[in-house]
Nanobody, 121 residues
């Protein structure tokens, strides 16, 4: 069982930046970030294959968010710039045993508890 612990959420103003981190107890194939806003379904944000750094982003994250990993520290990051109020959500770290850099939540085997990101206008 892989455990994931997120950190870095908080309350910021529109246009600000935040960096989320997720520490994994073990290495897996692919890791990703998802988010869930109040009253909405969980949605894919970004994913990265740990072996070679191949990434995948949802359209709303492209150009503003950057996913990265530090293999030695078993840590996944999400750098979020130019934040908007619509980015407000609980952000979840997820890990998959697959090597596919996919955005389907059903393909992820392990999930963190989530970290709240609130962007005020």
């Amino acid at each position: 069982q892989v455990s994931l612990v997120e950190s870095g959420g908080g309350l910021v103003q529109a246009g600000d930046s935040l960096r989320l981190a997720c520490v994994a107890s073990e290495r897996t194939g692919t890791m990703g970030w998802f988010r869930q806003a109040p009253g909405k379904e969980r949605e894919f944000v970004a994913a990265i294959r740990l072996r070679d750094g191949t990434t995948n982003y949802t359209d709303s994250a492209k150009g503003r968010f950057t996913i990265s990993r530090d293999i030695a520290k078993r840590t996944l990051y999400l750098q979020m710039n130019s934040l908007k109020p619509e980015d407000t959500a609980v952000y979840y770290c997820a890990a998959s045993n697959s090597l596919l850099v996919h955005g389907a939540s059903s393909m992820y085997n392990y999930w963190g508890q989530g970290t709240q990101v609130t962007v005020s206008s």
